[in-house]
């Protein structure tokens, strides 16, 4: 069947009734704080720990027991919060979200219902749209249910407790590639600010998307919840996928295809969203205010120390790595994508003074070794080189001891190893030529029988210097320096 649905920008078109459809898409995020321990309870957060070892009477629903809120997981919702331009409440509370499953030992959920922590704010895309938010509250994970060999289910609860923020956006979003941008956004601002390593692999940053699409000029129709995303790319192909399947059940004319409210899963596998269930009321699940905790409140003073930990963040740093330092919007882009990597990139620039090199070297050679299993590192801090080596490579080179060729090789065998740039230049003898003598004596070898060569120099054109410069670089092992070699071959043609 040929796909009877186009795409032109924001606007998805039926070819058969001509009709325009328009998408209406908001995305909801859980990120899990970086705090030590859960929300309510003293049990340590940790990922991959032995089955229901990191628990407690509390964070197991035991009868008689009272949570106690965790004062750095506020501290670090607040920091979201002020990262992300959003209002902090004076006073929020916490309420109960009552339903029955398997991993919520107390058979309800602690999370903020109609006073949250935190309101409004947004984020503004590269593309230059602004995806504003909604809310972001406070709330405890649940456990896990792990349905084994199709017959029996097995419950780990190390995860019940731990403190997450779930942000929910306006309904701003209009393209799958708008959501992609805002997660990777979103993900950057809550890892610059140390308020979530966000790292979907370990389930620390989910999201589900509500998506609906109408006619343009027409009202909204009803919204589909899409859950089970786990990487930006999934979000992205979902939402590609649930939008023409909605659109082709309208185009159907068949009311009994039409969209109902729901939530449907993403089969990564099929490529295709499934029914899962029909989507609970707000009401369904009778929240009622916690009444074992009291309410949450942030004062000034509380507000400044979190905004004095505030760092630079990513879009401001692209902003001041392109306009102070010269670096091409690519550049800044990729030494900005991680925290790590644009500390590395900024200590680097200062210790060498030459921010554009440092960049050069950093994209070209830092990254792609993080990429590479040979060197066993997955983040820009556990390399062995430090930017004070990385400065000292760079030094060799623009001084003219090694060239840039040279270079390269000196830096995978830093990479590798960890030794300095001055230790690998001497043990593999890099250090370019500059005998006068010798550089004559290749040259000269390499001017034989290449008269015509000589003849178009002498005439003028310099370029066909380029064709006796190899030929001297092979014979010298790539040692001489190039530009004494050039040099040398014209002055030995025109005095020929
Ligand atoms: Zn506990």
């Not at 339903?99 to 593309?127: A, H, M």
């Not at 009311?255 to 609970?280: G, N, Y």
Request: hydrophobic share 40%; aromatic share 6%.
């Amino acid at each position: 069947m040929t796909d009877p649905i186009e795409r032109e920008g924001d606007v998805w078109i039926a070819r058969a009734s001509g009709t325009r459809w328009r998408v209406v898409c908001g995305l909801e995020v859980h990120a899990q704080l970086r705090t030590v321990t859960k929300l309510f309870c003293g049990c340590p957060v940790e990922f991959g720990a032995p089955p229901n070892s990191r628990t407690c009477p509390v964070c197991t629903g035991q009868p008689g027991t009272l949570p106690v809120m965790n004062e750095e997981a506020l501290a670090l919702g607040v920091r979201a919060a002020l990262a992300v331009g959003a209002d902090v409440a004076p006073w929020s509370k916490f309420d109960r979200k009552n339903y029955f499953y398997c991993d919520i030992p107390k058979n309800y959920q602690i999370s903020q219902f109609d006073r949250p922590y935190c309101t409004g704010g947004g984020i503004d895309l590269p593309s230059g749209r602004r995806i504003r938010l909604h809310r972001i509250h406070l709330e405890e994970d649940a456990g896990k249910a792990i349905h084994d060999r199709g017959t029996t289910t097995l419950v780990d609860l190390n995860r019940a407790g731990t403190p997450l923020i779930e942000s929910v956006t306006e309904a701003d979003v209009t393209t799958p590639e708008e959501a992609f941008e805002y997660l990777t956004a979103l993900k950057e601002i809550l890892t610059y600010a140390g308020v979530s390593n966000a790292d979907m692999e370990k389930g620390e940053l989910r999201c589900d998307v509500n998506v609906s699409v109408h006619p343009e000029g027409e009202g909204w129709r009803t919204k589909v919840e899409v859950k089970n995303l786990n990487s930006f790319r999934n979000v992205a192909a979902a939402l590609e996928h649930e939008i023409v399947r909605q659109i082709a059940a309208y185009e159907s004319g068949d009311e009994a295809r039409f969209p109902v409210q729901e939530t449907r899963l993403w089969d990564a596998d099929k490529l295709v969203t499934r029914s899962m269930r029909s989507k609970e009321a707000a009401d369904d699940y009778r929240y009622f205010a916690e009444p074992d905790l009291p309410p949450v409140t942030v004062d000034e003073a509380f507000l400044e120390r979190e905004r004095a930990l505030l760092p630079e963040l990513p879009a401001a740093r692209r902003a001041r790595y392109q306009r102070e330092l010269g670096l091409s919007e690519y550049d800044a882009g990729v030494l900005t994508a991680d925290r790590g990597v644009a500390d590395f990139f900024e200590a680097t620039a200062r210790l060498s003074g030459r921010p554009k090199d440092a960049a050069n070297w950093i994209a070209n050679e830092v990254l792609r070794a993080l990429g590479d299993d040979e060197f066993a590192a997955t983040t820009v801090d556990e390399l062995p080189v430090r930017p004070h080596d990385l400065s000292e490579l760079i030094a060799l080179v623009t001084g003219g001891t090694i060239h840039t060729k040279a270079g390269r090789q000196v830096i995978r065998e830093m990479l590798a190893t960890g030794e300095p740039a001055g230790e690998v230049v001497a043990r593999l003898g890099l250090e370019q030529v500059e005998d006068e003598g010798q550089l004559e004596a290749w040259c000269r070898d390499a001017l034989v029988g290449k008269d015509a060569i000589a003849e178009d120099v002498r005439a003028g054109k310099d370029k066909a210097l380029g064709a006796l410069i190899g030929p001297v670089m092979q014979a010298s092992g790539g040692k001489a320096n190039p530009q004494k070699v050039r040099e040398i071959l014209k002055r030995l043609i025109l005095e020929g």
